[in-house]
């Protein structure tokens, strides 16, 4: 099975750990890549589901850590690889002045990217009737392992010495969605500020359009090196249907404000992360990404993760075949395109642990 092919069944299918320690960095509920584990396969570090329903009945074991520190990966009972896991980050035994763990602040992601959601509530999340179904934003902050609001100078405190003790190499700030038109740009900008004062480290804000395109302007003068705008999915049906309070801003509005954004982060450094396995085509996701390729907007495809507690929780994931017959042609379109994700400044499409695809562009 080539790299690419296992990396896909893993996200896709999950893996069950033999040694519950080796799932001790797991993060369970909260933004980004939850339920997940940070898994090195030779030379690529992906996020793979541990604490999923798929992942609880996957054919992929992972046993006990031998001498060296790397782990076996066997399915039924014969090898497919041998991994490693990134270790703690010596900044998670910090605190702040006034005791919050620097963890409740910011955490590690794959095994060079900090991230940290600013603000945890989301006008979304916060409706029955609008919240985006595979969201699980307040699930972290209920169960006491973030804050609500983190500060700027709490942000730049925690990626100092991020960078400073365990060389991390680029940030991911993303954000609920506020109650204002400028759809949380204005909270990233103002932390951008603060941390680029204190270290210098490539940044990528996340945020939902925001009204008025001079923000974009606005981010990139507070330090934030490149943006993402994230779809989730692509056709309005599946749209109203999974994220009805999110489908109310539409994906002409989504596209006018990538043309604007393309603009002034230049062409690779605007992205946009993409779900399969929500309800979408793989047709429609290629089309889509067919013009987001040729706008200069990079379409981070990933397998989407049902999150225990999320009214998505049983969703079934996407197969191994279909995440193929998407990031296959996928990384074809890219690499035409002339924006890899290697050359993305910072970011999830830089770090590429959630997909495969980074994977697809090499082949």
């Given at each position: 099975m080539s790299s690419p092919d296992l990396i896909s069944e893993l996200q896709t299918r999950g893996m069950r750990l033999v040694d519950p320690r080796a799932g001790h960095e797991s993060r369970r509920g909260g933004a980004g890549p939850s339920d997940h584990k940070a898994v090195t396969i030779g030379a690529t570090t992906v996020m793979v589901p541990v604490h999923t329903a798929p992942a609880f009945e996957s054919p992929f074991l992972v046993e006990a850590p031998a001498q060296d520190g790397s782990s076996r990966i066997t399915r039924d009972g014969v090898e497919v690889a041998r991994v490693s896991f990134p270790g703690r980050p010596r900044f998670y035994d910090l605190k702040t002045a006034d005791g919050i763990p620097y963890s409740h602040i910011a955490t590690l992601h794959s095994r060079n990217v900090l991230a940290t959601t600013v603000l945890q509530t989301c006008i979304r999340y916060e409706s029955r009737k609008k919240t985006c179904q595979f969201c699980a934003i307040g699930q972290s902050l209920a169960a006491g392992r973030t804050i609500a609001h983190k500060t700027p100078e709490q942000l730049a405190e925690v990626a100092r010495a991020a960078v400073e003790l365990d060389g991390i190499e680029h940030m991911v700030m993303t954000t609920g969605t506020p109650a204002g038109s400028d759809r949380g740009a204005a909270v990233l900008a103002e932390s951008a500020r603060a941390i680029k004062a204190a270290v210098n480290i490539p940044i990528q804000g996340q945020?939902?359009?925001?009204?008025?395109?001079?923000?974009?302007?606005?981010?990139?003068?507070?330090?934030?090196?490149?943006?993402?705008?994230?779809?989730?999915?692509?056709?309005?049906?599946?749209?109203?249907?999974?994220?009805?309070?999110?489908?109310?801003?539409?994906?002409?509005?989504?596209?006018?404000?990538?043309?604007?954004?393309?603009?002034?982060?230049?062409?690779?450094?605007?992205?946009?992360?993409?779900?399969?396995?929500?309800?979408?085509?793989?047709?429609?996701?290629?089309?889509?990404?067919?013009?987001?390729?040729?706008?200069?907007?990079?379409?981070?495809?990933?397998?989407?993760?049902?999150?225990?507690?999320?009214?998505?929780?049983?969703?079934?994931?996407?197969?191994?075949?279909?995440?193929?017959?998407?990031?296959?042609?996928?990384g074809e379109m890219i690499v035409k395109a002339g924006i890899r994700s290697a050359d993305i400044k910072a970011g999830c499409g830089r770090c590429g642990a959630c997909s495969a695809l980074s994977t697809y562009e090499k082949l």
């Amino acid at each position: 099975m080539s790299s690419p092919d296992l990396i896909s069944e893993l996200q896709t299918r999950g893996m069950r750990l033999v040694d519950p320690r080796a799932g001790h960095e797991s993060r369970r509920g909260g933004a980004g890549p939850s339920d997940h584990k940070a898994v090195t396969i030779g030379a690529t570090t992906v996020m793979v589901p541990v604490h999923t329903a798929p992942a609880f009945e996957s054919p992929f074991l992972v046993e006990a850590p031998a001498q060296d520190g790397s782990s076996r990966i066997t399915r039924d009972g014969v090898e497919v690889a041998r991994v490693s896991f990134p270790g703690r980050p010596r900044f998670y035994d910090l605190k702040t002045a006034d005791g919050i763990p620097y963890s409740h602040i910011a955490t590690l992601h794959s095994r060079n990217v900090l991230a940290t959601t600013v603000l945890q509530t989301c006008i979304r999340y916060e409706s029955r009737k609008k919240t985006c179904q595979f969201c699980a934003i307040g699930q972290s902050l209920a169960a006491g392992r973030t804050i609500a609001h983190k500060t700027p100078e709490q942000l730049a405190e925690v990626a100092r010495a991020a960078v400073e003790l365990d060389g991390i190499e680029h940030m991911v700030m993303t954000t609920g969605t506020p109650a204002g038109s400028d759809r949380g740009a204005a909270v990233l900008a103002e932390s951008a500020r603060a941390i680029k004062a204190a270290v210098n480290i490539p940044i990528q804000g996340q945020c939902e359009p925001p009204d008025d395109d001079a923000w974009h302007q606005r981010m990139a003068d507070a330090g934030i090196d490149a943006l993402g705008m994230h779809l989730e999915a692509v056709t309005p049906e599946v749209r109203q249907r999974i994220m009805p309070g999110k489908a109310s801003v539409p994906l002409e509005k989504y596209f006018d404000s990538f043309e604007a954004a393309v603009r002034v982060f230049g062409r690779g450094q605007v992205s946009t992360y993409i779900l399969a396995g929500l309800g979408d085509t793989a047709e429609a996701i290629l089309d889509i990404s067919q013009k987001l390729c040729t706008m200069g907007v990079y379409p981070f495809v990933v397998p989407f993760v049902p999150i225990s507690g999320t009214p998505l929780e049983s969703h079934p994931a996407p197969s191994a075949g279909f995440m193929a017959s998407i990031l296959r042609p996928l990384g074809e379109m890219i690499v035409k395109a002339g924006i890899r994700s290697a050359d993305i400044k910072a970011g999830c499409g830089r770090c590429g642990a959630c997909s495969a695809l980074s994977t697809y562009e090499k082949l």
